[in-house]
């Protein structure tokens, strides 16, 4: 059997976490069993879907790594295969036509309440025989009893009696299929075969099986997943830190890192946080999937990214830096960013604060601010001698390498009785603009000898 996995978001919004780690489960049990990943966009909600968010969510899918194996499937496009396949329950017996208005309904259901009963549709139009006609709906003919069982990989079995359900309805009034019909015709039609998706969906399918059985086919696998929570354990909103996955690309995080974050809140493989992508395919089997709901934590996304920006390599890394630069380096040649990026790689959490350091790197000496207060802090009557006569020393320095600049420094400091704290930090304002940043010998070699003294030369005129 060929795994075949879907993901069906309706476009009445950006993709949010939750719905994005659910993606990123059906993308990963798909791949792990050499199948079939599909995308289907539910979209038949005519007042809320809007383009703007199919494309948003299409957009972030492909962020993420997630493109579906064949092309999107589209509800509004299949009103005809809905038609067909209500046509065909009708026919076999297992749906009818109700000519009840919603008024009627609602009253059937207020004199259910009045006598202690379940406010249902009591079926007075199951037998009739009614054909389509104006004001008409098609309803699912529920068995009166019997036991329905959700065979959950992730919650066990699920078990409701029949008499516990309506005959909902599947064909509206106005001519469209209900949610739970429609979704079951796409999946058997798709040739699904496992569905994940959240634990809001299990009161559904219950009644998704029954319409699955009466069209006369299989039942996929079932999974459903819990939420998430933010930390107060209560349903997650942008209160807790969370964003769509839109506003992650725009704050500088890797995918590969929103992805091991996000399975691991609903999954488990052993003690190991941390996965690459490939790890992740490898061992995510739809096994280990959590019952119970997690709770979503900013700080250790965080650290999930600064983890996976430190083992990518680093000309992959900058070439993601890039989109992040300010326009005045958007242009910087491949090699210099790749350069400056390694520098800063180890210290940055994101994207957006690697873009950030690396300009001190890539401006050019000329066009670097120093940071609030580090020149005054650093140049002084007692230090401004050590740079004057530490920029002479490094002009001496050939061949121009990080050693040779190491060895110069230290060779300087050790000679006149100074300690390092004596000549590092106006030495490194010279150069980084600021009291902070990664070895001064390393980043002397990237920027470069003339760069460097270039530098120092304009901090020695700075005043005191």
């Not at 749906?95 to 009963?117: F, N, T």
């Not at 994940?196 to 459903?224: C, M, Y």
């Not at 488990?268 to 999937?289: C, K, V």
């Not at 250790?300 to 300010?326: C, G, I, S, Y």
Request: charged content about 25%.
């Amino acid at each position: 059997m060929t795994v075949i996995t879907r993901f069906a978001p309706s476009p009445t919004g950006h993709l949010h976490i939750g719905g994005a780690r659910t993606a990123i489960f059906c993308w990963l049990l798909s791949k792990h069993c050499g199948g079939k990943f599909l995308l289907r966009i539910e979209d038949t909600d005519r007042e809320r879907s809007k383009q703007e968010y199919t494309d948003s969510i299409l957009a972030s899918m492909h962020w993420l790594g997630l493109d579906p194996d064949e092309p999107p499937i589209y509800q509004t496009s299949r009103m005809a295969r809905y038609k067909e396949a209500m046509e065909q329950m009708v026919a076999s017996g297992h749906a009818y036509w109700c000519s009840c208005s919603p008024d009627e309904v609602e009253a059937m259901r207020e004199k259910a309440r009045a006598e202690g009963a379940k406010p249902r549709y009591d079926g007075r139009c199951r037998d009739l025989g009614l054909g389509p006609g104006p004001g008409r709906a098609v309803r699912l003919r529920t068995p009166f009893s019997g036991p329905i069982t959700l065979h959950d990989i992730v919650k066990g079995d699920i078990t409701v009696d029949a008499s516990e359900l309506d005959d909902m309805i599947i064909w509206r009034s106005d001519d469209t299929p209900t949610y739970n019909f429609a979704v079951v015709v796409d999946d058997m039609d798709m040739g699904i075969t496992h569905v994940i998706r959240g634990d809001d969906h299990v009161s559904n399918t219950h009644k998704q099986i029954l319409i699955f059985e009466a069209l006369g086919h299989p039942l996929p696998v079932f999974g459903h997943v819990p939420m998430i929570l933010g930390p107060d354990k209560q349903k997650l909103s942008k209160r807790h830190g969370a964003k769509a996955a839109v506003e992650y690309e725009k704050d500088g995080l890797l995918p590969a890192a929103l992805i091991n974050y996000l399975v691991r809140l609903g999954w488990s493989h052993g003690d190991q946080e941390l996965f690459t992508i490939q790890e992740l395919i490898d061992a995510f089997d739809g096994n280990n999937m959590n019952r119970a709901a997690a709770s979503f934590d900013p700080e250790k996304l965080l650290w999930v990214n600064a983890h996976h920006m430190r083992n990518t390599p680093v000309a992959e890394l900058a070439a993601l830096t890039r989109p992040f630069l300010d326009e005045d380096l958007k242009d910087v040649d491949a090699s210099r960013l790749e350069a400056a990026v390694g520098l800063y790689q180890q210290r940055a959490n994101t994207l957006v604060e690697l873009a950030k350091e690396v300009r001190a790197i890539l401006l050019p000496a000329a066009a670097l601010e120093y940071a609030a207060g580090a020149k005054e802090k650093a140049l002084t009557a007692e230090s401004r001698p050590h740079l004057a006569a530490l920029r002479d020393i490094f002009a001496a320095v050939a061949p121009w390498t990080e050693q040779g600049a190491h060895d110069a420094l230290h060779a300087y400091v050790e000679s006149n009785g100074l300690k390092f704290k004596a000549v590092g930090p106006v030495v490194r304002v010279a150069i980084l603009a600021s009291l902070g940043g990664p070895g001064l010998p390393e980043t002397m070699a990237v920027l470069g000898k003339d760069e460097t003294l270039a530098r120092m030369d304009r901090l020695l005129v700075q005043p005191v």
